[in-house]
């Protein structure tokens, strides 16, 4: 397969990973992305993760669509009109597939750094306190600033600090955070209006209530298992469905760094085989 079109596997399909998966696609490579069976992504109106749970999902224009059977997801990547989305064992498919990039997108903000040069001969790694060469062949800074975006092949991404982006004049404020671990319940839709203080989902006997007036810009799906201080609702004051809808600048700036390190990579090659 030539330069130009590579099997890129990206794990993660909440909101960052969509945007990797499908800038990749737009760019010729036969993409596939992988998560968890019930994957607990807020920004679902931002990205595929509800092709987890209806069997597909549309992206500014481009489909993904959910395959159990491997042989049919191996088909469905080698036609190339859509995103493939696999639930599965994540290291039989890499055996199965055998792609030439991984791109590990599940910003484990909080978690110890995975090692994951293993899994693919070029791997980019996206979160906080990552280092270029150890946890993934290249890294990619991930927090808001002049840097978003900056492939980063000596070094490491810097340590999680600061707010969340202001929208409205709120930041940590728009989010609620899951008080304990279990399983996320509501009967609310991204973009629903709310307001302060109406509830939102429940959590056993524990119900969660809308922090401020707005729209509903995250929200985990229903009857999806979380973990404790997980997010699992965000508020948009707003009010505008443009903005819960569609790849967001963020994940579009890391996409682009991306895409970026795999051209620079497949570069390298070219040049090394001529």
Do not use: C
């Not at 409205?168 to 991204?190: C, M, W």
């Not at 302060?196 to 524990?206: K, N, T, Y």
């Not at 569609?246 to 090394?272: M, N």
Request: proline share 6%.
């Amino acid at each position: 397969m030539g330069i130009s079109s590579l099997v890129v596997a990206v794990r993660g399909i909440g909101d960052v990973g969509s945007a990797i998966a499908h800038r990749l696609f737009q760019a010729g490579h036969k993409v596939w992305i992988h998560d968890d069976p019930l994957p607990a992504a807020p920004r679902r109106g931002m990205s595929f993760a509800d092709a987890a749970f209806d069997g597909s999902a549309v992206l500014e224009g481009v489909t993904a669509t959910r395959y159990e059977n491997p042989n049919k997801f191996a088909k469905a990547l080698q036609a190339g009109r859509e995103i493939p989305v696999y639930l599965g064992n994540l290291f039989e498919m890499l055996s199965y597939l055998d792609p030439s990039v991984l791109v590990d997108a599940r910003m484990r903000k909080h978690g110890e750094p995975e090692r994951q040069t293993s899994l693919a001969p070029f791997t980019v790694g996206l979160g906080p306190n990552l280092e270029a060469g150890e946890t993934a062949s290249v890294v990619v800074e991930t927090q808001w600033g002049d840097d978003l975006g900056k492939v980063i092949t000596s070094g490491r991404t810097k340590e999680l600090e600061g707010e969340p982006r202001e929208y409205g004049g709120f930041s940590r404020e728009r989010f609620v955070y899951a008080p304990v671990e279990g399983v996320f319940h509501t009967d609310r839709k991204i973009a629903d209006r709310v307001e302060p203080g109406e509830l939102v989902a429940w959590m056993e006997d524990l119900l969660l209530t809308a922090p401020l007036g707005g729209i509903l810009r995250g929200l985990v799906h229903d009857s999806v298992p979380v973990v404790q201080g997980a997010k699992v609702i965000e508020v948009d004051p707003r009010g505008d469905p443009a903005h819960v809808f569609g790849i967001g600048e963020r994940p579009r700036r890391i996409a682009e760094g991306v895409l970026e390190a795999i051209q620079a990579r497949s570069q390298r090659s070219a040049v090394k085989t001529r």
